[in-house]
């Protein structure tokens, strides 16, 4: 059923990656692609496409896919209904995706273990903080699927406790746009995107990166996030092999060029 067992070591002339245990997150949403509502078989095979790129390199992946292109809790609750009925609809919502990523990035020829917060063993494993890390070591791409498991939690805190937890490196959080902007990018032609923030400026000025209990999960735990534009292909191997694109979020003031473009 999993195909080749683990990455060994990456082929001679291989950039060296300069993490070695990663977290991406990415919103249900980017698996639409164009279709403009639920998975589009696409945009899933080139996002597995980057993921393999990515693994090559030796690097030990693990994944967390929202599930904003099915159901959100809070719209769905803006509807009439129940927060938290509505929230468990969108924890299962992002087990659909991460099966849709499992399947596209096995027939690849990665191996993969979803692995749930909610428990369904015919379709996932249960989350096992240790058990995941060993995966992770194995050279298996790991996908936290169900989010935190408990409502009124996003996936953004979901991949900020994820990372903690397998004590990942850096958590990329992967966006249709390039970065972190001073304001909307596409409202306002005067907005500038930085190319290094604080956790504090971004709590502080509510820039939109990740929600705020993510956000202070990372700072507590002084895990670095990169913001970038998953669009671009070969992005996630560009942030991975050290190219310095998007948008930096740790604990260090800004220097004079924080600004980018
Ligand atoms: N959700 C939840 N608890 C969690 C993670 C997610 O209740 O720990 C629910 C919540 O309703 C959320 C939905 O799952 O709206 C889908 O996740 P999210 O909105 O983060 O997906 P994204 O916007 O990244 O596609």
Redesign the pocket.
């Known amino acids: 059923m999993n195909p080749t067992p683990a990455v060994s070591s990456p082929a001679p002339g291989t950039p060296t990656p300069v993490y070695k245990r990663v977290l991406l997150?990415?919103?249900?949403?980017f698996l639409e692609g164009r279709r403009g509502f639920g998975i589009d078989p696409l945009t899933v095979q080139e996002v597995a496409e980057q993921v393999r790129d990515v693994h090559q390199l030796g690097v030990q992946l693990a994944l967390v896919?929202?599930?904003?292109?099915i159901?959100?809790?809070?719209?769905?609750s803006a509807a009439g209904m129940d927060r938290a009925s509505?929230?468990?609809?969108?924890?299962l919502?992002?087990v659909i995706n991460s099966l849709a990523l499992q399947n596209a990035i096995e027939q690849l020829g990665v191996a993969t273990r979803v692995v749930s917060?909610i428990e369904m063993r015919q379709v996932a494993e249960p989350f096992i903080p240790r058990r995941a890390v060993r995966h992770l070591e194995k050279g298996r791409v790991v996908i936290f699927a169900a989010?935190?498991?408990?409502?009124?939690?996003?996936?953004?805190?979901?991949a900020a406790l994820r990372a903690c937890e397998i004590k990942a490196d850096v958590l990329l959080k992967a966006t249709k746009v390039d970065g972190v902007y001073t304001a909307d990018p596409t409202k306002d032609a005067t907005a500038r995107r930085y190319s290094h923030v604080t956790y504090q400026q971004v709590l502080e000025q509510s820039l939109n990166v990740m929600d705020a209990s993510a956000i202070a999960l990372c700072k507590d735990n002084h895990l670095p996030i990169i913001v970038f534009d998953l669009l671009t292909k070969g992005n996630i191997y560009r942030v991975v092999t050290g190219e310095s694109i998007g948008t930096l979020v740790s604990a260090t003031p800004p220097t004079a060029a924080a600004c980018a473009s």
């Open positions: 997150k990415l919103s249900g949403e896919v929202g599930g904003g292109n159901v959100r809790g809070a719209e769905a509505a929230d468990y609809m969108g924890m919502a992002t917060a989010g935190t498991g408990s409502p009124f939690f996003t996936t953004d805190s979901t």
